[in-house]
């Protein structure tokens, strides 16, 4: 039950008060990082630049457990879970670290911090990651005639890194345009994405509080079968296929600007929106893929230089309605995982290839 009280003021929560503080390792802590109306997630978490003894920056994400413990009257049930969730994010960006996953993002410290005469005994926990110049929402805004090149390096970046904790039997399971950082790259005409972000992964025999919920992530970014209430028994297909979706749509944004969710809404009668439709997830899917159709022919109206047609392809087999058939066609044909992302990374390389030649002309 929640109550009616507010959240600790900022004054007295040591999350909020952590500026010119050092934390172990010798990072000393830099200003607040406001959350912007774009931002999405980590309700309970709060945000810093640090700055090493050695002249290194990073991001600091800190959990919060004062508001989160002042808005709830079942205290126990609350930091149970927030230190579950916390534990579950540290222990598997390490291992993605031990395991040199080099499209993730890396963690490079974590501890506990107490900050004397704070709420709830001045306790907070963190990690610190290395410090990305941005996400993919900003780098399209700043650079709006960010040429094909660019924007396929950045999405073969994503898939090589999904696909690396998918060879680790992870599913991110909130992959969306926030959750793709970018970063400078030594060579000319090229930039470096990471996928970021895994408080909300699925781990199999690391339980965690969102497991059990039927969208895990973002709900303006969850596959379809999550919007209408659908969660398959099969536990690779509920989360492995769902993170294809979400490959997918954010490929949507990086050469529409909108992402597939937000076509597919245009697209459907009210009767069959995923908020007003009555019947079940598999009864939709021949609407859904009418829908998605129509978006395709859409995209593929489009200029060449601004939506490849071999991207609307990928596009078109990664966001595919029935989850059962999504992923590129081969997968489903032949041996090994139905959701691998291999050929995905081949067909990417190939519309790669393509722009450079085209860049080149």
């Excluded at 670290?97 to 704070?118: C, Q, W, Y």
């Excluded at 090229?190 to 919920?213: E, M, Q, V």
């Excluded at 099969?234 to 492995?240: G, I, Q, S, V, W």
Aim: charged residues 20%; proline residues 5%.
């Amino acid at each position: 039950m929640v109550t009616t009280a507010d959240a600790t003021p900022e004054s007295n929560n040591a999350a909020h008060g952590l500026e010119g503080f050092v934390l172990e390792g010798g990072w000393t802590v830099g200003p607040i990082l406001r959350r912007t109306d774009q931002d999405t997630g980590g309700q309970f978490s709060v945000s810093y630049l640090v700055a090493g003894s050695d002249g290194r920056k990073g991001f600091l994400k800190v959990i919060d457990y004062a508001s989160a413990l002042s808005n709830t009257s079942n205290f126990a049930a609350a930091l149970q879970v927030l230190t579950s969730e916390y534990l579950a994010e540290r222990d598997l960006v390490v291992m993605c670290n031990d395991r040199g996953l080099s499209r993730v993002v890396t963690a490079i410290g974590h501890g506990e911090f107490t900050v004397p005469a704070k709420a709830w005994g001045g306790a907070v926990s963190y990690i610190i990651f290395e410090l990305a110049d941005g996400d993919v929402r900003s780098a399209l805004s700043r650079e709006a005639d960010l040429d094909t090149v660019i924007r396929v390096d950045y999405l073969r970046h994503l898939v090589v890194g999904v696909r690396q904790l998918h060879s680790v039997h992870v599913a991110h399971q909130d992959i969306k345009p926030s959750n793709l950082l970018v970063f400078k790259s030594t060579e000319p005409g090229t930039r470096s994405s990471k996928i970021a972000d895994l408080g909300r992964a699925h781990r199999p025999g690391f339980p965690t509080f969102h497991d059990n919920l039927d969208q895990p992530g973002d709900p303006n970014h969850a596959p379809l079968e999550q919007l209408y209430g659908y969660t398959y028994p099969d536990d690779d297909l509920r989360r492995f296929a769902a993170d294809v979706y979400q490959i997918g749509s954010v490929a949507t944004f990086m050469f529409t600007g909108r992402t597939m969710n937000a076509w597919l809404a245009d697209e459907l009668a009210p009767e069959h929106h995923w908020h007003e439709f009555g019947d079940s997830y598999v009864e939709a899917i021949p609407y859904l893929q009418d829908a998605m159709g129509r978006v395709l022919s859409t995209m593929r109206s489009r200029p060449e230089s601004e939506v490849p047609a071999a991207m609307c392809d990928v596009i078109a087999y990664l966001c595919e309605p029935d989850a059962l058939r999504r992923g590129h066609p081969s997968t489903h044909r032949g041996v090994g995982h139905s959701y691998s992302l291999e050929r995905v990374i081949s067909n990417i390389d190939l519309i790669a290839k393509r722009a450079q030649i085209g860049r080149g002309r």
